[in-house]
């Protein structure tokens, strides 16, 4: 099998999670060397993680937020990009929510590993 490459995450995303999320542009050049790190490595692999954490991930990404949170997402990106998402119940991106399913399948050994990615 191939290596997983940079547009094969984006076509899996793509096929998997809706469309709505599909809102935040990136090439996928971190992500795929998160993928690696964590032993996702091919197209089959990536599919079989997404799929497995579909569920929880639509759940989580419908979850309504904090007051505070939604102030603090009106200032940083505007008053009508969160308004469309409360609207329609929704507010991370592909790139978001492939981290989510990370932290999903590797808990703690992943939440550390983008703890000193982020240098916090």
Do not use: C
């Amino acid at each position: 099998m191939e290596k997983l490459n940079q547009n094969e995450i984006y076509s899996v995303l793509s096929q998997t999670l809706p469309k709505q999320n599909d809102f935040f542009e990136t090439d996928y050049a971190e992500e795929l060397q998160e993928l690696l790190d964590f032993g996702i490595d091919t197209k089959s692999t990536l599919e079989n993680l997404i799929v497995k954490h579909k569920e929880s991930l639509l759940e989580i990404d419908s979850e309504e937020l904090e007051e505070s949170e939604i102030n603090s997402y009106k200032e940083e990106f505007g008053e009508e990009f969160v308004n469309e998402r409360i609207k329609n119940k929704f507010w991370f991106s592909y790139s978001a929510l492939l981290r989510l399913a990370l932290e999903l399948e590797f808990d703690e050994k992943y939440i550390e590993y983008s703890i000193k990615r982020d240098g916090l």
